[in-house]
């Protein structure tokens, strides 16, 4: 039976403003750096390199952050037969399979577009979740390859860590602009400000995105497999869990927390604001809510 996700237009409305304000961002302290006669070339080539290379080799870079190994369906039969089954249900091309050795469980889906995606899952998560239970965090996963929000979450990330990357080339010296300024190290001043503002409002409109995205791929998955609960179930599973994995499994995995089903970081509602993902109690409100309404349905 096909299940069709469908086009979000709240998320591709929030996916898309915030590219256009990042772009505005980054625009005008491009403007700010040349007025202030700084020399370009070499951040310029770093930048376009750093580009190129994300974004074409995104999900082998995540997938090398974590430990991530390619299986293939002789080394993990059930796992791949989850993931065939997801995509053909969704119409998607089956993406590349791969394993994380970690007893932290969590999965994650990358890759710049639904032909060069990857889904992993960890050990810790196949031990711990039913088939059942595994599908619907699948579902979840494939449900950003469907929105592409994967691409977009890469793209912005390169950007905010352009500007992470210059505030410290500039506390190094290598930002200095040329004559009096210079002298004064009044430029410099100048752009290690700009810098990190564009560092703060980038963190801020992409950890916002991110949160929203969350929601929408627990909507697909719930939508996929019909039944959130399944999802709900997973993700109480998951935090429990993972708050009693020692830190230092934890730190194996923490590079690609972003992309990831389930954060590995604070709690609270101070610091829900600043993280990529929603609280687990907001949704599972949501999940309980869709679950109500199928029911009804």
């Known amino acids: 039976m096909r299940r ?3 086009a979000d237009l709240g998320l591709r409305a929030r996916m898309l403003l915030t590219m256009l304000l990042l772009a505005v961002l980054y625009a005008a302290f491009v403007w700010v750096l040349l007025w202030l006669r700084v020399d370009l070339l070499l951040v310029l080539g770093l930048v376009a390199i750093l580009i190129v290379v994300q974004y074409a080799f995104s999900d082998q870079l995540v997938m090398a952050s974590i430990g991530a190994r390619e299986v293939s369906e002789a080394e993990a039969p059930r796992l791949h ?3 065939t089954r997801l995509a053909q249900t969704t119409d998607l091309p089956k993406p590349r399979v791969a394993i ?9 889906a990358t ?4 032909r060069h995606s990857v889904v992993a899952v960890t050990t810790g998560l196949l031990d711990r979740l039913t088939p059942e239970e595994v599908e619907a965090v699948l579902a979840h996963e494939l449900s950003h390859v469907i929105h592409r929000d994967v691409k977009v979450m890469t793209m912005a990330t390169v950007f905010s860590t352009l500007a992470s990357f210059l505030v410290q080339f500039g506390v190094w010296g290598g930002l200095g602009g040329r004559g009096r300024d210079r002298d004064r190290g009044g430029s410099g001043a100048i752009v ?3 810098a990190a503002a564009v560092w703060l409002i980038s963190f801020v409109l992409i950890r916002t ?3 929203y995205r969350e929601y929408e791929a627990d909507r697909g ?5 019909g039944r959130p609960s399944l999802l709900a179930s997973a993700l109480l599973k998951i935090a429990d869990r993972t708050s009693r994995i020692p830190e230092r499994d934890l730190r194996q995995v923490e590079g690609a927390s972003a992309l990831m089903i389930f954060p590995l970081g604070a709690r609270g509602s101070l610091a829900e604001l600043l993280s990529t993902h929603p609280s687990l109690e907001h949704r599972l409100e949501r999940l309980q809510r869709m679950e109500a309404e199928m029911g009804r349905g």
């Open 4 to 6: 069709r996700v469908g």
């Open 100 to 108: 994380v050795d970690s007893p932290v469980p969590n999965a994650l």
């Open 81 to 83: 037969d989850i993931v």
């Open 221 to 225: 998955s719930a939508l996929i497999t």
């Open 192 to 194: 290690l400000l700009v």
């Open 209 to 211: 995105l991110s949160r």
């Open 111 to 114: 890759g710049r577009n639904p």
